[in-house]
């Protein structure tokens, strides 16, 4: 029984972003709206800890998922070869040196990502938007492109894509923050991406979420290359659902994405909102008897390792944008009009747990859509070390 796993294990390592973004499409291609909403999502993290080596599990189970990752792998062998051809996002699990070195580098970065937001809480949906951006670059059709940091180069070039422009001062932020990373640390912008999108989640009072560190650097020719293409929509809330939701499915993922996506977007933009509202409203006299601005440790203060969580991502936000749409609030997002985002909106509204675990699992696959893993075997890191 033994033999029979572990050649099917091997293939899931070799293929994992293309053959999880392949069962995500297959199953909204040939699933009524509320299978898509309602059952249990197919991202490849679910409830993992991190381990170098890959995932434990039952032998039963084991058998099988791979046969059902290599049957579909096997009835696209046109999408698979070039995968293994044209795919450009490599990870090396060991990029960054042992396990405590890992752990280090995630500080590091995620300690600066919380300077910046404390500093300007605005940047928060940007650099969530970036995160996106950077994985939708994903073709689930040609296993070309996915999130491996040319987002941010291709925001800041001279013609960067209409969608982007708003973009352009997060993307700044990030690409700074890369330079001064480099001084000292070891860090691929594809992982400064990937981490500062978590943390703007995490900010808002979302899970704790799993980061795949070890992706290379960006291939320039391609980023250009799809931006001629014109293939980023607006994520910022006022671009077209139609648009928005062929990007996501381009990459292999599914109007529940669409959904866990804007839902997370619309909490770290409430957060932000209320955060300004305080800066405006309260001051105190410091020690000097000067008035000062209290800024509230949402987002922990500029040194500490974590800073304690705002507000409460939970069902309830579901339940305001349920509302807006009801209303026709122009500040709902167009996305949540199209029936089955708006279906699995009203699905996750009822069950506050199966959101926070959908969203912790689906941001793990957002950020490996494409990934091809090279020297050691998967290795996860939980941004709650």
Known sequence: MRTVVAPFLLIIQANTGAGFALLNQHQAN?????????ANIDHKYADLQSSSALPTTTRRTAISNSAKLLTTLLTTTTLTTTTHVGAIVT???DRYGDKELKMATVNIVKGKVRDLLTANPQLAS?????SMHDALTYDASTG???PDGSIVPLTLGSSPPKALVQLIPAARELDGLRKTLKRTTEITMADVVALAGAEAIETAGGPRLVVQLGKGEPRLSVAKEMGGLGTYPDLSGKGER???????????????????FYGV?????KVVDDIVTVE?????????????????????GAKEKYGKQIGQLDKAIFASILTGVKKKDSKTPDVFNDATVAECAQTYAKKKADYLKDLRQAYGSWMT????YTGGGILLFDSNY
């Open 280 to 300: 405006e409203d309260v001051q105190e006299v410091n020690e000097m008897g000067e008035k000062d601005v209290s800024f509230p440790s949402s987002f922990g």
């Open 369 to 372: 859509l494409g990934a091809e």
């Open 144 to 146: 070309e492109g996915g």
């Open 91 to 93: 990870v090396d699990p």
């Open 265 to 269: 977007k619309v909490a770290v933009e």
């Open 30 to 38: 040939k699933s009524p709206t509320s299978t898509i909403c309602y």
């Open 242 to 260: 139609v648009d928005v939701i062929r990007a996501f499915r381009r990459a292999g993922l599914t109007e529940r994405d669409v959904a866990l």
């Open 126 to 130: 940007p650099f969530l938007q970036l």
